[in-house]
C-alpha cells in the first residue's frame, strides 16, 4: 500500500477526531474492476454511517460520461457517500 495514501487516511482520521466525529481510515486493495464492490462490501461488514471517497477531477463535457469509483460507489452504498475531488498534478 501506498505510504502517502496512508499518511492522508491518517490525517483525515486525526483531523475529524479532533472535531468530536468518530472515525476510522480504512485502506482497501482490490484488483482493478473490483473496488467499488470492495468498498461496498467493506461498507456493510462494517455497518458503516458515511463512505467517504477522493475522486480526481476531471473536468468538461466527457466527464458526465465516465465512470468512476466514487460513481458506483454513491449509486450503490446503503448509507451516505461523500466525495471529494482533488485534482492529479501534471
Not at 467499488?36 to 471517497?53: G, Y
Request: negative net charge; glycine residues 6%.
Amino acid at each position: 500500500m501506498s505510504s502517502v495514501a496512508r499518511h492522508m487516511v491518517d490525517d483525515a482520521v486525526v483531523l475529524l477526531s479532533t472535531a468530536g466525529v468518530q472515525a476510522e481510515g480504512l485502506l482497501l486493495e482490490s484488483t482493478p474492476g473490483y473496488t467499488p464492490r470492495a468498498v461496498l462490501d467493506q461498507a456493510r461488514k462494517l455497518d458503516v454511517d458515511l463512505i467517504v471517497l477522493g475522486s480526481p477531477h476531471h473536468g468538461g463535457p466527457s466527464a458526465l460520461f465516465r465512470s468512476n469509483v466514487a460513481d458506483e460507489v454513491s449509486r450503490h452504498a446503503k448509507c451516505p457517500v461523500l466525495i471529494v475531488p482533488w485534482h492529479v498534478p501534471a
